[in-house]
């Protein structure tokens, strides 16, 4: 692959994922006609074998000698598209990415809203419109890199940015996007306990399709601007 050009995405982690599928559905017939669970197993030892060569290979770094992006140690070059799962109705996330990637884009840029995932303090919420994880993985089955944008303040013209209402409940004096202790305790406690065990997994070197995540947003426009929070 040629600097400039992208690589086919359809070469990574969701394709070995699939390997892992087809072998599951080949040892569920094999048991419906009566296989020895022997077969069965090294089938499915086969396929997770291969899932882990392909997730073992994977990187994603920026070569600055070259001035470019490198995907697996070969230059790749990021079109990216902005679309939020939680603007669209689950069943229409993959026709919309299908569109996406027919308009020419490589990678899929969303944002997490912290608001729609803790509505409540400690009650996460990461089903049905809420399913960033089906959503993303969506798109790796179309091909697409993702680059996340998971706040805590995510702008994006919703309320509070993203940041959820009770906040303000627990706090009526609370500093948003800064050092503060009340602050900085939910955001940890979001970020530990809710957020990054379901991105983890998705992460582009674990064989998920997140190459970047960018925290915060448009930080610098904002007149807290405490450096120490940025550090």
Same mark, same amino acid.
């Given at each position: 692959v040629k600097a400039g050009q992208t690589r086919p995405q359809h070469e990574s982690a969701a394709g070995a994922n699939?390997?892992?599928r087809k072998a599951c559905c080949i040892t569920e017939d094999l048991t419906m006609a009566g296989a020895p669970s022997l077969l069965q197993s090294l089938l499915l030892l086969a396929a997770f074998v291969a899932t882990l060569a392909k997730i073992g290979d994977r990187s994603f770094t920026i070569d600055y000698d070259n001035d470019c992006f490198l995907q697996d140690g #070969?230059?790749?070059q990021i079109v990216s *598209?902005?679309?939020?799962?939680?603007?669209i109705h689950p069943t229409d996330w993959t026709d919309r990415i299908k569109k996406l990637r027919y308009a020419g884009f490589n990678t899929l840029e969303t944002y997490i809203e912290w608001a729609s995932h803790e509505k409540e303090i *400690?009650?996460? !919420?990461f089903t049905g419109a809420n399913n960033f994880t089906d959503f993303i993985l969506k798109a790796q089955e179309e *091909?697409?890199?993702?680059?996340?944008?998971? *706040?805590p303040f995510i702008d994006a013209e919703r309320d509070m940015g993203g940041l959820p209402y009770w906040l303000l409940r627990e706090d009526p004096n609370i500093k948003l996007r800064s050092m !503060?202790?009340?602050?900085v305790k939910f955001v940890d406690a979001w970020y530990a306990d809710g957020l990054l065990p379901e991105l983890k997994p998705l992460l582009y070197s674990n064989g998920g399709p997140i190459i970047m995540v960018q925290v #915060?947003?448009?930080y610098g426009a904002d007149p807290t601007c405490d450096y120490e929070y940025t550090s």
């Open positions: 699939r390997v892992v #070969e230059p790749v *598209g902005s679309m939020h799962y939680y603007r *400690g009650k996460y !919420d *091909g697409m890199m993702v680059l996340l944008r998971p *706040g !503060d202790p009340t602050f #915060e947003n448009e």
